[in-house]
């Protein structure tokens, strides 16, 4: 594609994009006649039906793509789509942060690709454009990193991106653990027990309940480890001059740049059972990149830069994004002891703690969540008290930060000493915003050689959508 043609006004995606983005579903209506016993029997009406979910769908897809165009402006480009509700995505240029140039498993099986544009402010969607032939792809791509950051930036950036190819990465995660810790998971092991013991009742107990109460149950146990071993398949930790840089995926190969003093805050999850065996997450709040609500859950899912790794790992990688931190050394406070009416169990780990650099909050049993907030990312402070704390003589205090994972919560305090960390707290974001000159004050480290040692962690952290 020339830069003239680039420049052409109102151009259409490539002509299989509806294909591409709609074969999904055609397998789903498939699967679903054939499960359904009275559709077997009469195959005329199943094929019926499912020429006409494909003809339906090819046309709904064909006028999707007739009614999505999209251009280059002078300081933007512009993606004009939907034919019953108009939608207008204008995506400026100095806010594209990052782009690359992607190939989903069918996309790949016709030589497409699509754009997927870090875009500041904005979530995964509304950076994506697809589908172009891959080599239109490439020629836009080289384009928009001229427009945004200049031509010397864009040559900069494809030599890296060559070099990444052949450069040893920070760090690796096995796939085996992957779906040893997705197999090990509150959600996968609390879903395959239900599945086993619906099993045996049927068979044994002879207690019909019918195959679409199994449904959701096998669903449960197949969508993590879809989402988890097939989504982080060789998930990687690279170095680059922009900042960290992760690559994962087994058909969908992902890679997000996490750029030097754009964290806002992190968060580290750890279930019951991988806490026995040393293992943790570890997700990012990154400026200017919303978070999105994880299935699982009513956590919002941040940019992963561990989806599991034992402590050591734990500790190098919070070590390249906050140079010096050591989460062990810091001192934690616990809630009072009286604490245990409102939670029975869970009020011995609700702690907080502060250093120079961060404050850290812990909470849950089951599932341990540390929140790591940044002071000069602090973007307010507040005490909240309901009726029963009140009796008891405790609060709760928040430490605010932009949307995302990280929710940095003191459950359970004492009032007194929460009185007193709101007012230190905010005393401590605004002497860090003070101190920091520069929108890159948090550094990655440059290559340092990865520990071999493990770090235990005084904080152990946590995963799961329990704070019990």
């Known amino acids: 594609m020339t830069q003239q043609a680039v420049e052409t006004v109102g151009e259409r995606l490539h002509p299989l994009t509806p294909f591409v983005k709609g074969w999904g579903y055609f397998v789903v209506a498939a699967v679903a006649l054939v499960n359904n016993e009275g559709l077997r029997q009469n195959l005329t009406v199943a094929g019926i039906g499912l020429g006409a979910v494909l003809i339906g769908g090819i046309l709904l897809g064909a006028l999707s793509w007739w009614f999505t165009k999209w251009q280059l402006t002078a300081d933007a480009i512009r993606v004009d789509s939907g034919f019953l509700f108009r ?14 140039v992607a190939q989903p498993f069918v996309a790949r099986l016709f030589g497409m690709a699509e754009l997927r544009m870090d875009v500041a402010g904005g979530g995964k969607s509304d950076g994506k454009l697809s589908y172009f032939r891959y080599d239109e792809a490439q020629q836009l791509r080289t384009t928009l990193l001229v427009r945004a950051k200049g031509e010397q930036a864009a040559e900069q950036q494809d030599v890296e991106q060559q070099a990444e190819a052949v450069a040893p990465p920070l760090l690796t995660v096995p796939t085996s653990r992957l779906l040893g810790a997705t197999l090990l998971s509150s959600t996968v092991v609390g879903s395959a027990g239900a599945l086993i013991w619906l099993i045996v009742a049927t068979m044994v107990l002879n207690f ?65 059972i991988w806490r026995l065996l040393g293992w943790s997450r570890v997700e990012l709040d990154i400026a200017g990149v919303a978070g999105k609500q994880d299935d699982a859950d009513d956590h919002m899912e941040g940019a992963q830069l561990l989806p599991v790794g034992d402590r050591a790992e734990m500790a190098y990688v919070l070590g390249r994004i906050l140079p010096g931190f050591d989460l062990s050394r810091i001192e934690l406070h616990p809630s009072p002891e009286r604490a245990k009416w409102l939670r029975p169990i869970g009020w011995r780990y609700l702690t907080y703690g502060v250093d120079e650099q961060v404050m850290v909050t812990t909470r849950g049993w089951i599932s341990r969540r540390t929140s790591i907030v940044l002071h000069h990312k602090t973007q307010s402070v507040r005490l909240e008290q309901g009726p029963l704390q009140r009796r008891l003589r405790l609060a709760n205090v928040h430490v605010d930060t ?67």
């Open 87 to 100: 939608r207008t995505r204008i995506i400026r240029f100095d806010r594209i942060q990052a782009i690359d």
């Open 208 to 272: 019909h309940v019918g195959l679409f109460a199994g449904l959701p149950l096998l669903l449960g146990v197949v969508q993590p480890i879809w989402k988890q071993v097939v989504g982080n398949h060789g998930f990687t930790l690279s170095e680059s001059s922009h900042g960290l840089r992760t690559k994962r995926g087994l058909f969908d190969v992902q890679r997000q740049t996490i750029p030097p003093g754009r964290v806002q805050g992190l968060l580290i999850t750890e279930p019951l």
């Open 402 to 468: 932009p949307l995302g994972p990280t929710d940095a919560v003191a459950l359970h305090q004492d009032e007194v000493a929460a009185a007193a960390l709101v007012e230190a707290q905010a005393d401590r974001a605004r002497a860090a915003r003070r101190l920091v000159s520069s929108p890159t004050a948090v550094q990655t480290q440059p290559n340092a050689p990865r520990p071999e040692g493990s770090s235990n962690s005084a904080a152990s952290p946590a995963e799961d959508s329990s704070d019990r």
